[in-house]
């Protein structure tokens, strides 16, 4: 998939915001790296908790993403 998908799909992150969602890329390497990596990853990482690594896991993430795309 497009790299512009996973950006696209940061944005639809429950309480993700532009400096989260830019954390995450910067640590992960990349808006790909970020949706593939482990639910233990994202929680290493300064200011990431459980719940949004939860949220950045969740499938319904990227199916919004693709709806998104799509239209």
């Known amino acids: 998939m497009n790299d512009l998908l996973y950006k696209v799909a ?3 992150i429950p309480m993700v915001g532009a400096v989260t969602a830019k954390v995450l890329v910067s640590y992960c390497g990349g808006p790909r790296e970020v949706f593939s990596t482990k639910k233990t ?14 949220n950045v896991l969740d499938p319904a993430v990227m199916e919004e993403a693709e709806k998104r795309w799509i239209s």
């Open 10 to 12: 940061l944005t639809k």
């Open 41 to 54: 990853e994202p929680m290493r990482i300064p200011g990431i908790g459980e719940i949004i690594a939860n």
